[in-house]
């Protein structure tokens, strides 16, 4: 079975852009979340998606938005991009948005913002 | 809220020696709790996690933990290290019976194997 994909890998962008990232979460998993990694914070969470709803979102500014599709792929898209921005965003799914359910961590993208 | 705590950023053993990677959490109320590790260019990968079946968890890769509620910790443990458990490991949370698959990480420990 494929694991979780994320397109695209890197990406470089500079400040004011927006960009938009995918996720291709496991067949047959339905929740969708993702997180922002940085040396700073660490890992923070962003949002959940199950079933094309927004399930929680994370403390961040309404730059940050994602949506789902009806086949569980997911979207997460930062608008007027920021150099604090530059982060690994990575997806995880999971079977059921469920706390104890094990997810499954994508690859991850590498977003640099110049 | 939840949170965790993991002692520290840094730790660095011998191939042959006792791993211990040390989690502390803060919930309130019994919490599920994971780890995972990433190795460099990589997403995550759990290792092991404790949903209240059994206090001592066995994960892969030789892993375990045991979470102790009257120390609100949950440290990961393997007896001999490999070069290859070289990564950087995390230990998260996530609060039960919330619903939604939210997990709230701790700063993460860089784990060193020296030969």
């Known amino acids: 079975k494929a694991g979780v994909t994320q397109t695209p890998r890197y990406l470089i962008k500079t400040r004011g852009q927006q960009v938009t990232l995918s996720c291709s979460p496991i067949?047959?998993?339905?929740?969708v979340s993702w997180y922002q990694q940085t040396p700073g914070q660490g890992l923070q969470f962003l949002f959940e998606?199950?079933?094309?709803?927004?399930?929680n979102k994370g403390n961040f500014p309404g730059r940050f938005s994602g949506r789902q599709f009806s086949n569980s792929r997911s979207e997460m898209n930062v608008s007027t991009l920021e150099l604090g921005d530059s982060a690994l965003y990575l997806c995880?799914?999971?079977?059921?948005?469920?706390?104890?359910?094990?997810?499954?961590f994508g690859p991850g993208t590498r977003l640099t913002v110049l | 809220a939840q949170s965790v705590t993991q002692l520290g950023s840094h730790v660095s053993v011998s191939e042959g020696a006792l791993v211990l990677l040390r989690c502390n959490y803060s919930?309130?109320?019994?919490?599920?709790l994971f780890w995972y590790v990433q190795y460099p260019n990589q997403g995550l990968q759990l290792l092991l996690k404790?949903?209240?079946?059994?206090?001592l968890v066995k994960g892969i890769n030789g892993f375990e933990a045991e979470f102790k509620k009257s120390e609100t910790s949950f440290h990961l443990t393997k007896p001999s290290a490999h070069m290859s458990d070289a990564a950087e490991y995390f230990c998260?949370?996530?609060?039960?019976?919330?619903?939604?698959?939210?997990?709230?990480f701790g700063e993460g420990t860089q784990l060193t194997v020296n030969p």
């Open positions: 404790y949903t209240s079946a059994a206090t």
């Open positions: 067949s047959g998993h339905r929740s």
């Open positions: 919930s309130s109320v019994p919490p599920y």
């Open positions: 995880a799914s999971s079977l059921v948005a469920h706390s104890y359910n094990e997810q499954f």
């Open positions: 998260a949370v996530s609060d039960r019976p919330t619903s939604g698959s939210r997990l709230t």
């Open positions: 998606y199950f079933s094309e709803t927004q399930r």
